[in-house]
Nanobody, 118 residues
Framework: QVQLVESGGGSVQAGGSLKLSCTTS????????MGWYRQAPGKERELLSA???????NYVDFVKGRFTISQDKAKNTLYLQMNSLKSEDTAVYYC????????????YGQGTQVTVSS
């Protein structure tokens, strides 16, 4: 069973930063593309960013320049650095594995809450 464990969520004021982490098994991390999604209350889950095993990253327009996806293969950890946070970034953030930016993902974590206050 594939496990994805997110951490790093919390509460922050608008304009602040948070860095999310996602750990999984080495097999998954080294063989699958990874990504980040979020779901705000009353809204559908939406893709934010994805990164390939070759370290090629893609972003949706509304996070470009503010969010950065990265991965540490030695630690089997995926990151999402979020800067210049806005109240509309408030959501549950999910790590995803085994897929891609244009294809979607097969596995999802349980999510971590991010709350941005204005």
């Amino acid at each position: 069973q594939v496990q994805l464990v997110e951490s790093g969520g919390g509460s922050v004021q608008a304009g602040g930063s948070l860095k999310l982490s996602c750990t999984t098994s080495g097999y998954i991390f080294h063989s699958c593309g990874m990504g980040w999604y979020r779901q705000a209350p009353g809204k559908e889950r939406e893709l934010l960013s994805a990164i390939t095993i070759e370290n090629i990253a893609n972003y949706v327009d509304f996070v470009k320049g503010r969010f950065t996806i990265s991965q540490d293969k030695a630690k089997n950890t995926l990151y999402l650095q979020m800067n210049s946070l806005k109240s509309e970034d408030t959501a549950v953030y999910y790590c995803a594995a085994c897929g891609g930016y244009y294809t979607g993902f097969r596995y999802y974590g349980q999510g971590t809450q991010v709350t941005v206050s204005s």
